[in-house]
């Protein structure tokens, strides 16, 4: 009887069956798939943000050697503890975007992809953001125009995407309504404004800087891996 009411418990189940053999490298398999991408996925994160890092150190520099300069903005606004901050969070969510709508339009940039392109490229940012102050012209038209010119010439020169073209296009634009806002509201002040509240030439900036700080987030998204898909 003990040995009929053991065959009848394992016919019911409460006994489990050993694993067929074939089945044990199917299962190693997986686990050591499932651990590679998440190996896979850590190191993507810790890229993510060492390049933030490195972004928000650069937009928070080029704040204090290029963009604004204190001949053209009131001292309030020059003196601001808030503004490298700002500046440096801007830097990094501009220079985080390009690679990725890169990836997802499909279009690797690849033109003059090395690091001396890269610093050429912000020689001339700062060459044109001192323009705007340094430069003497007739009028205001003049000077836009001439700044306009020079930034759409970085553009060529250093990028030639559709995708960086677009991008400083809606970065200029944006920028310049969040500027405009500012200023209307009393945060800060141009000491010679002459379009609405700010200076006619800033949207060419921002146009120039974003394309800067785009080039030197591609070159920092160089060569690493992917972002990990959950399947």
């Known amino acids: 009887m003990p040995r009929l009411e053991r065959a009848r418990g394992t016919l019911h189940g409460k006994e489990r069956p050993l694993a067929a053999p074939h089945m044990q ?7 050591a798939v499932r ?6 996925a850590t190191t993507w994160r810790q890229h993510l943000v060492q390049r ?3 972004l928000f150190v650069v937009g928070a520099f080029m704040r204090n050697v290029t963009l604004f300069p204190d001949e053209v ?6 003196s601001a503890w808030w503004v490298p901050p ?12 390009y690679p990725c709508i890169d990836s997802h339009l499909g279009e690797p940039h690849k033109f003059k992809r090395e690091w ?10 700062v060459g044109i953001n001192h323009a705007s102050a340094k430069l003497d ?4 038209v003049q000077l836009s125009l001439t700044l306009a010119a020079l930034s759409l010439g970085l553009w060529w020169t250093f990028d030639r995407s559709r995708s960086g073209l677009g991008l400083g296009i809606t970065i200029a634009f944006v920028a310049t309504l969040i500027t405009q806002f500012l200023v209307y509201n009393g945060v800060y002040q141009y000491t010679s404004p002459d379009f609405l509240y700010i200076r006619s030439w800033l949207p060419c900036i921002f146009f120039s800087g974003g394309v800067t700080v785009g080039n030197i987030g591609r070159q920092l998204a160089m ?4 972002k990990p898909h959950n399947d």
């Open 35 to 40: 651990d590679a991408a998440g190996c896979s």
């Open 116 to 125: 001396a392109s890269v610093m050429r490229c912000i020689a001339v940012f």
């Open 73 to 78: 903005i009131a001292t309030l606004f020059s």
């Open 223 to 226: 060569g690493i891996p992917e």
């Open 86 to 97: 700002c500046c440096g969070t801007a830097a990094a969510v501009v220079g985080l975007l």
């Open 25 to 31: 490298p199917i299962a190693s398999a997986g686990r």
């Open 52 to 54: 933030s890092l490195v």
């Open 137 to 140: 012209f007739a009028n205001n």
